[in-house]
């Protein structure tokens, strides 16, 4: 007697389980220090751990859930997706937290298919006001948030 699983969800869980491993191996060459002492790894760590536990849960919902077959990948959306969280990845030191930020948004708002152009702005809008209020007022964080040639710097 075969048991019908949800391929999805188990596909899903694998995923995460492996972005889990792979981020735990490359945090391996950076000090977890401890909660009162945060090293450079130790918030990578616990997010990896919040991963991991994510993608055991959906991967155990998987095996225990409503049957259901893995459908085509949507590879476009990914693929601008990924272009999306490169692209941010490569500007944020030269152009600034703001502009790198409207481009993830702008690029990835582009594999929603139901996104209009006002709500790909509004989230900018949005997103950028919430990582000027984090990270450069909140945390302070020495990135920049604005281009160079805004700033003169």
């Keep these: 007697m075969s048991k019908q699983v949800n391929a999805k969800d188990i596909a899903s869980g694998a995923i995460l389980l492996l972005l889990t491993a792979i ?15 945060m090293g450079p790894g130790y918030m990578p760590f616990v997010v990896l751990v919040a991963l991991g536990v994510l993608g055991m849960g959906v ?14 990948w949507a590879w476009r959306e990914v ?17 600034g937290l703001a502009a790198s930020t409207v481009a993830l948004v702008v690029i990835s708002g582009l594999a929603d298919r139901t996104q209009t152009p006002k ?24 990135v920049p948030f604005l281009p160079p040639f805004l700033t003169n710097s």
């Design 23 to 37: 981020g735990m191996y490359i945090n391996l060459d950076y000090p977890l220090g401890t909660a009162s002492r």
């Design 119 to 142: 709500g790909i702005a509004a989230l900018a809008i949005v997103l950028v006001a919430i990582c000027w209020l984090v990270f450069t007022w909140g945390l302070q964080i020495s």
């Design 59 to 72: 991967l155990l919902a998987g095996l225990y859930g409503t049957p259901q077959r893995l459908e085509k």
């Design 79 to 95: 693929g601008l997706i990924l272009a999306a969280l490169s692209i941010f990845g490569g500007m944020l030191e030269g152009i």
